[in-house]
């Protein structure tokens, strides 16, 4: 009488995505197909040009190339099902490959907010301390700064990811999401998941409240730097060498803050379009930050649109 009747364990999960609305899948098929293409040729080319061109082999550089190898991997780890499930109505998944995809997508974007700050860091020191950057941001130094940010950001995974494939699961394995997030996943716990909430909030105040006030102190004394430069030429080159990163950095952070803020309807007939708009913007925000980051990097930064030009050029004489 008084035993729980869980029924045999899940083994694998049912993506909705967005079969309640049949007419916007072909459409958005085609739009993130498009911005998924735009992802890996922009990132590879910047990952192509800051190996191949010398003049690229700085600390800043390495960053934005490990930066862009992020957002390909970030993105490869759910945009194929996600284009897959618009053209296969209640797409399955297994129970590993859900939890492989939860791990990756978890593990990048930790990675990423580390990996902003460990930039903002390498500014903070080229600006504010130039005569001793090559000594601070010796190879060394910046290579150790980048795998840590791997490493924290798949650590922080591996245990969110645990926690949640050791919960029991019954009954519903419909997972009304466009692809295997680990909250939606949560969602379809038979137990308490109080102690993964918890564990989640205190990690997003880790790799996103530190990160931003790291960065914003940052640029606290970049800024008082810049202003103290007697002339606007010199004012204006030293902020060049950054802004870029802060372009990147507001829209990073500002995407996830209005995502994680956005206000619940209080409205029963507007459940359908703030459900429609809960699986939207997560996808738009992990589709168009990695396709601005190139752009942003090879319009502000002319060592780079340099690079692009020398890459395009020699491929084009060499042909």
Known sequence: MGETNWSSPVVGFILLGLSAHPRLEKT???????????????????????ILDSRLHTPMYFFLGNLSFLDICYTTSSIPLVLDGFLTPRKTISFSG?????????????????LLGMMAFDRYVAICNPLRYPVVMSRSVYVSMAVSSWTIGGAASVVHTSLTIQLPFCGNNVINHLACEILAVLKLACVDISINVISMGVTNVIFLG??????????VFI???????????????????????LTVV???????????????SKDPLGADKEDLSDK????????????????????????????????????????
């Open 98 to 114: 859900c939890a492989m995809q939860m791990f990756l997508s978890f593990a990048m974007g930790a990675t990423e907010c580390v």
């Open 223 to 245: 800024i008082a730097t810049i202003l103290r430069i007697p002339s606007a030429e010199g004012r204006k080159k030293a902020f060049s060498t950054c802004s870029a990163h």
């Open 210 to 219: 530190v990160p931003v006030l790291f960065i914003s102190v940052s640029y």
């Open 280 to 319: 939207l913007i997560p996808l738009f925000y992990g589709v168009v930050t990695p396709m601005l980051n190139p752009v942003i990097y090879s319009l502000r930064n002319k060592d780079v649109k340099a690079a692009v030009r020398n890459l395009v050029a020699q491929k084009y004489f060499t042909q």
């Open 28 to 50: 958005f098929f085609v739009l993130i197909l498009s911005m998924y293409l735009v992802i890996l040729l922009g990132n590879g080319v910047l990952i192509l040009v800051t």
């Open 250 to 264: 507001v829209i990073f952070y500002g995407t996830l803050f209005f995502m994680y803020r956005k206000p619940k």
